[in-house]
């Protein structure tokens, strides 16, 4: 079986870009990568419009060339992949390519728009698509409420493999320790992933453990707002680290008694998988596909509330229990490497490949 996957450059940060690292090695079958979007950050608006058009006559060439048996693309529902991804389909369909559409990010508010005013043309270009992947049950659930009627399959992002080398003893050391408690928000630096809820969460902790510590990692445009909150609340320590990658990342979680995530939308939030990966107990809002399988009390804590003391709550329960941690971490550590792992992702991931050439259900 022979696939062409159409993905940001590998090298460069972003979602679908790490997703399609982690998984090229455990691929068995015949997959070209095939590069589009933008090369480089600085990119002028005339090389932007140079390689978008490039890129449609590249592609139409690798589709006679390489003959793939079948194309994946990876699209969020937003405007501008949809456009971009929109015409990577049609042109192969024109050539009779199956396709799958593996659709990474989800725009509550931009689908009201497709709803309202481009439903017929959604469907006229995306339902040729010969199958879908989706984050969640949600959205599939949405995506045949739209009126697709082809096979929709639910699946995960993935954490790499390298994550979930042994490390029960530290996991047991941190387990052990009394004092300090302490807590990681790993993600950009947005309002919308909840930045100001955990800073507010913490605040409240840190009446209950004295001790307790938070590490906030990651860059966004909120993070000189986040660290002015901090300086003018006078919260003590917090540490900003920026982007953290590799092995900086991994010491991090191990470091970490607790994963805070309070986003208020999301697909599938891979530092909740890695944080599990990890065996770090989560702290979270039931927000995307989270829902499909998150256990609350086994996993750590999720919430629909956006109240902050509803965070610290479940958040001292975990600073005051250390058989309580401990026993989340374990199972954590063990669901993540069944249902997470790159490996594992990218063979389900193959499956319905072979599904789809092979004209046949999972």
């Excluded at 994550?163 to 947005?190: G, S």
């Excluded at 939308?265 to 499909?292: H, I, K, Q, W």
Aim: charged share 25%; aromatic share 10%; glycine share 8%.
């Amino acid at each position: 079986m022979k696939v062409l996957i159409n993905t940001p450059p590998l090298n460069m940060v972003g979602g679908v870009a790490a997703f399609q690292r982690m998984l090229r090695d455990h691929m068995k079958s015949n997959v070209y990568y095939f590069t589009v979007g933008s090369r480089s950050v600085r990119e002028s608006s005339w090389r932007r419009l140079g390689r978008f058009t490039g890129d449609y006559a590249r592609f139409y060439r690798v589709l006679r060339k390489k003959k793939p048996d079948l194309v994946y693309l990876n699209p969020s529902l937003r405007s501008k992949a949809l456009l971009r991804d929109g015409l990577f389909l049609l042109i192969a369909k024109g050539l009779r390519k199956k396709v799958l559409v593996f659709n990474h990010g989800w725009d509550l508010r931009f689908e009201q728009v497709i709803r309202k005013r481009y439903l017929w043309l959604f469907r006229a270009v995306f339902f040729r698509s010969d199958a879908f992947v989706v984050l969640g049950k949600m959205f599939r659930d949405r995506l045949v409420e739209l009126g697709y009627g082809g096979p929709v399959y639910v699946e995960t992002t993935a954490v790499d493999d390298s994550l979930l080398a042994e490390h029960d003893d530290v996991m047991q050391a941190r387990a052990d320790q009394e004092d300090p408690f302490n807590m990681l928000f790993l993600t950009r630096i947005e309002r919308a992933k909840g930045i100001y809820e955990a800073l507010d969460a913490y605040d409240m902790v840190k009446r209950d453990h004295p001790r307790a510590t938070l590490t906030v990692a990651g860059e966004g445009s909120e993070l000189d707002g986040a660290r002015q909150y901090v300086q003018d609340r006078e919260m003590p320590d917090i540490t900003f680290t920026g982007c953290l990658h590799g092995d900086a990342k991994r010491r991090a979680f191990l470091s970490s008694d607790c994963y805070v995530f309070p986003s208020h939308a999301e697909g599938m939030p891979v530092s909740v998988l890695e944080a599990m990966a990890c065996g770090v107990p989560v702290v979270t809002r039931a927000v995307g596909g989270l829902n499909d399988f998150f256990e609350n009390g086994r996993m750590g804590f999720m919430t629909e509330s956006h109240s902050p003391e509803v965070l610290a709550e479940y958040i001292v329960q975990l600073a005051r229990d250390a058989e309580l941690r401990r026993r989340i971490g374990r199972f954590n550590r063990t669901y993540a490497e069944e249902h997470f792992s790159a490996s594992k992702v990218a063979a389900r991931l193959e499956r319905i490949c072979c599904s789809i050439v092979n004209g046949q259900d999972v």
